[in-house]
């Protein structure tokens, strides 16, 4: 996976759509002739290079000295903000509360206080109804502030009225924070330690779900405070692989949205996460025709609104759907038909990578799921591909879930390959890596013993051996700590197959 570090401006400006560019000329040369502006001529530099050379820049345009280029640079990116802020002003209603906002501002600072109070009153409307309660409060304030200096000759109560509300919304945005706090911390520790693994495990999710869950029932939530509660209890009860809760909550959160479809519109990103965890939880609940029918619902609202969403929507809802994609084949044991969608997901991948739009984590993800794919194919080699990947990846401690099957599944492929010498160095390997990883547990344990055992037998010595760790690994199966590695590793299936002699 590559670590390089592209140019911030390159980066921006190769993110650009053509309306965008389109706008941006039309932003910067509304005053002035384009060929003056040397920023114009540094922005269609960097635009026609596949990858960011300064050297060429300076060659290309004699105009732009380099002691300039820097400035030029600086400039040139404040500039394309500014044209993308009123391009996106129509799609995000936080930026037209912040424009409103920045109104009243400099009519406040001009003396016209009347006017600004006017401004504020209207993006406080705005704000409400958008339940954007950071910038209700911050307006709030403000009028708050008018009117502590001023004489406004406001309603009698309006003193009240501002004390009250601005109350309620220091109420609401602490009872958000502390729900994505709680969110974020539980999404923390599984990107660390995946599902639990014993005992330890549970307790320390158990106490910092109980210990930051401070929200009484009683109260009345707002809409987001609604959506994080089930967010946060989707990620408390997947952690914990109870997954009929996980899903219970995953569909309430998709209900609140649907409830409220302005909502939609205001955080399509928060509504599309809720049906990738609901979708999730249909998989690991093996239930594949709700999975179908909840697939074919996202993929219905993306294609009739994506040409309103921004990029980072398209590149979710792109990963979710492919997700989910390939769960269902694994449900219906439909491999090869799965590995239709591996060319063209890579080829995204790769590119999203380039452009630093997708984290490592989901990447390993997708890599271990293309490996299952080709392994249940019985295309081995192009599974080693994959899992190599995983495996030589310099990501650290990151999802050490992960990392420890992807060796497990890469020490099968071997043994179907017939790389007997090979494996008897590597169990010795992937036991140390376990060991070092604290993630060795009674299923890798067997899985090790008997490919040990099963390299120095004949074929006809090995049917036994198959049978044995089938009845061993049947008994973790609904084991409350054991039972995570069937998420990863669905090796009954594989056993299931020796058994029978069939393919996976």
């Not at 509304?30 to 060429?56: G, H, M, P, Y």
């Not at 309430?252 to 939609?264: A, C, E, N, V, Y």
């Not at 060795?440 to 090790?448: D, F, I, P, R, S």
């Amino acid at each position: 996976m590559s670590n390089h570090q592209t140019d911030v401006l390159f980066q921006l400006i190769k993110s650009l759509t053509k309306a965008e560019k389109r706008n941006f000329k039309l932003y910067a040369t509304r005053n002035q002739n384009s060929i003056d502006l040397k920023f114009i001529q540094l922005f269609d530099a960097i635009d026609k290079q596949a990858v960011f050379k300064e050297a060429l820049i300076l060659k290309k345009v004699p105009q732009i000295k380099k002691r300039q280029l820097s400035n030029l640079k600086r400039h040139l990116y404040k500039q394309i903000l500014a044209s993308l802020r009123l391009v996106h002003k129509q799609k995000n209603i936080d930026i037209e509360i912040r424009e409103q906002i920045d109104n009243a501002r400099i009519l406040y600072n001009k003396g016209l206080f009347i006017q600004s109070l006017k401004t504020l009153d209207k993006a406080k409307q705005t704000a409400k109804e958008n339940h954007q309660d950071i910038l209700h409060l911050s307006i709030l304030e403000f009028e708050k502030m008018i009117e502590s200096r001023h004489i406004t000759r406001s309603i009698d109560n309006r003193a009240e009225q501002l004390t009250t509300s601005s109350d309620r919304r220091i109420k609401a945005i602490s009872g958000v924070s502390e729900l994505t706090n709680l969110s974020l911390q539980l999404y923390s520790m599984y990107i660390k330690i995946g599902h639990v693994r014993n005992e330890k495990d549970i307790l320390l999710v158990k106490q910092s779900f109980k210990t930051r869950l401070k929200l009484k029932s009683e109260l009345r939530l707002t809409f987001f405070e609604e959506v994080y509660l089930c967010q946060a209890q989707v990620w408390y009860y997947y952690i914990l692989q109870d997954f009929p809760h996980c899903y219970r909550y995953a569909q309430k959160w998709i209900d609140l949205f649907k409830q409220k479809p302005s909502m939609i519109r205001r955080d399509v990103d928060l509504f599309i996460r809720g049906y990738n965890n609901l979708l999730t939880s249909l998989f690991l609940m093996r239930y594949s025709s709700k999975l179908s029918l909840y697939l074919e619902e996202l993929e219905q609202f993306v294609q009739t609104h994506q040409k309103e969403f921004s990029e980072n929507s398209k590149n979710l809802a792109f990963l979710y759907i492919y997700t989910a994609r390939f769960n269902r084949h694994f449900l219906e044991a439909s491999f090869s038909e799965g590995l239709v969608w591996v060319a063209e997901l890579e080829k995204e991948l790769v590119n999203m990578e380039r452009q630093q739009k997708i984290d490592i984590h989901r990447i390993l993800i997708f890599y271990y799921k293309i490996a299952s794919l080709y392994f249940g194919s019985g295309e081995h080699e192009k599974a080693l591909d994959f899992l190599n990947k995983i495996i030589h990846s310099k990501v650290g401690n990151l999802k050490k879930d992960i990392q420890c099957y992807a060796r497990m599944l890469h020490l099968i492929v071997h043994y179907e390959l017939g790389n007997f010498e090979l494996l008897e160095y590597l169990v010795k390997s992937v036991y140390r890596f376990l060991i070092k990883m604290e993630d060795m547990n009674a299923v890798q344990k067997e899985v090790l013993l008997f490919l040990r055992k099963a390299l120095f037998k004949k074929p006809e010595e090995l049917m036994p051996l198959f049978k044995k760790l089938h009845q061993s690994l049947s008994l973790w199966v609904d084991h409350p700590y054991e039972k995570r590695s069937f998420l990863y590793l669905d090796i009954i299936s594989w056993l299931d197959s020796k058994l029978q002699r069939r393919t996976v």
